[in-house]
């Protein structure tokens, strides 16, 4: 299982070591989400978490990527990437990107004359 208290850069020789989505996606893992303290479990598709960041991380520094549905925190999420076995796959929720959609919101001011 990954840290969680990743916090910076390991050397890059060690730092091209660590799995990225795109190796999880060739492996055709899942990624694994879950909240420690809610015991929340959320399952993803390697490629809609690169679709969605724009990046292909690796999975030490996807740890304060993602949000608990229930208590809002980033603080206890543990991220890992998982091999199903078809047993596994049996039932199994995965949450699937539908779209990503662009809010506009209006930023103002007030400025005296
Ligand atoms: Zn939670």
């Excluded at 047993?87 to 699937?96: D, F, H, I, P, Y």
């Amino acid at each position: 299982m990954p840290s969680v208290i990743y916090k910076g850069k390991a050397h890059p020789y060690r730092e091209n070591q660590i799995p990225t989505l795109s190796d999880a996606e060739s492996k055709r893992q899942f990624v694994k989400v879950r909240c420690t303290p809610c015991k929340i479990t959320r399952y993803f598709r390697p490629l809609d978490i690169e679709r969605l960041l724009q990046e292909n991380l690796h999975v030490l520094n996807l740890q304060r990527k993602f949000r608990c549905d229930r208590c809002g925190s980033k603080d206890h999420m543990v991220v890992e990437f998982r091999t199903l076995v078809a047993a596994e796959m049996v039932g199994l929720v995965v949450r699937e990107l539908v779209d990503v959609k662009t809010v506009r919101r209006p930023v103002w001011r007030d400025r005296k004359m």
